[in-house]
C-alpha cells in the first residue's frame, strides 16, 4: 500500500531500491546491532530488505523506511508489525519497533517518528494494544518506549527462545499501552 506517514523530521514511506545499500550497511555494523545477537550478512540483509518491502506494499502496517527529511537519506525503519512468537505469554500481537543507523542515535528521530506510527496503530487501525520488546539493556529504546507512552510490561518480560541462553541480548523487557 503506497501509505506515506510524516513527522516535521523524518518522513516514513514505503521502501525504493536504493534503501538497499544503506540497509545493508546498517545490518553490517557491530554498533548498529550492539543489542541484537549478530549482524547480518549482506544475502542476509537482501532478503529481509524484499520481505519488508513486499509486505509493505500488500499490508496496511509494516516497517516503513524512515527517511530524514532535511537531507532525503535511508536511516533505517520504524514500524508496526505482526508478531507470534510460539511460547511467549502475549502474543500473537502487535509491535512497534525501529531500527535506525547510528548516525540518528540520541536526536529523536526515533522518537518521533515512533509517535506518528503509534498514532496510526491507535486511530487509523484501531489497535487496542501495541507492544514493543527489546533486550533488557537496550536503554536508548525503553526510553523510546517510555517517551512515547508505552508502560513497562515486568510480568511479560522474556527470554527470547531465537536467541541464544547465553547471549547478553537473550533477556527482553516488554512494554505496551
Known amino acids: 500500500m503506497a501509505l506515506a506517514l510524516e513527522s516535521s523530521r523524518v518522513l516514513l514511506r514505503n521502501w525504493k531500491e536504493s534503501d538497499l545499500e544503506p540497509w545493508i550497511a546498517l545490518n553490517l555494523d ?20 524484499l520481505r519488508i518491502r513486499d509486505l509493505l ?3 496496511p502496517l509494516g516497517l516503513w523506511a524512515a527517511e530524514e527529511r532535511a537531507s532525503g537519506e535511508f536511516m533505517g525503519f520504524v514500524g508496526l508489525m505482526h508478531h507470534n512468537i ?17 548516525k540518528y542515535w540520541g536526536k529523536g528521530y526515533a522518537t518521533e517518528a515512533a509517535k506518528v506510527v503509534l498514532a496510526y ?4 487501525l484501531e489497535l487496542n494494544e501495541i507492544f514493543s520488546f527489546t533486550a ?9 518506549m517510555k517517551k512515547i ?11 527470547h527462545p531465537r536467541i541464544p541462553d547465553e547471549s547478553p541480548v537473550n533477556s527482553h523487557v516488554v512494554c505496551s499501552t
Open 30 to 49: 557491530p554498533q548498529n546491532l550492539k543489542y541484537f545477537p549478530r549482524v547480518y550478512s549482506a544475502e542476509e540483509s537482501h532478503a529481509s530488505f
Open 57 to 59: 506494499n500488500d499490508n
Open 86 to 102: 510460539p511460547g511467549i505469554s502475549f502474543m500473537p500481537c502487535h509491535e512497534i519497533g525501529w531500527r535506525l543507523d547510528k
Open 121 to 124: 496503530g491507535r486511530n487509523e
Open 136 to 144: 533488557k539493556g537496550n536503554l536508548p529504546s525503553i526510553n523510546v
Open 149 to 159: 507512552g508505552l508502560r513497562e510490561r515486568p510480568e511479560l518480560a522474556f527470554e
